[in-house]
Nanobody
Framework: QVQLVESGGGLVQPGGSLILSCAAS????????MGWYRQAPGKQRELVAT???????NYAGSMKGRFTISRDNAKNTVYLQMNSLKPEDTAVYYC??????????????WGQGTQVTVSS
């Protein structure tokens, strides 16, 4: 069993910055990729960004240039640096990870979500 623990969410003014963290723990043999998704009220969950253990990144178009995803493989932790935040960035942000419990068995895990609110 694996647990993803998120932190760093909160209230920020438009134009401000925030950094989210997600640490994976439990029965981990290796991690192929980690990422962030978000879900605003009344909307579907959408991709924010992902990163592989090799450092290959993928961003959604609306976030590219403002958000930066990074990873510390030694700590099984992924980060999301968010800059120039807008009210439309308000959402619950979820951590996601593709994790191997051994050399052949992999599973997809989700964190509990952390609230990010951008408002004056």
């Amino acid at each position: 069993q694996v647990q993803l623990v998120e932190s760093g969410g909160g209230l920020v003014q438009p134009g401000g910055s925030l950094i989210l963290s997600c640490a994976a723990s439990g029965n981990i043999f290796s991690i192929y990729a980690m990422g962030w998704y978000r879900q605003a009220p009344g909307k579907q969950r959408e991709l924010v960004a992902t990163i592989t253990s090799g450092g290959i990144t993928n961003y959604a178009g609306s976030m590219k240039g403002r958000f930066t995803i990074s990873r510390d493989n030694a700590k099984n932790t992924v980060y999301l640096q968010m800059n120039s935040l807008k009210p439309e960035d308000t959402a619950v942000y979820y951590c996601n990870a593709e994790i191997y419990s051994d050399s052949i068995h992999d599973y997809n895990y989700w964190g509990q979500g952390t609230q990010v609110t951008v408002s004056s």
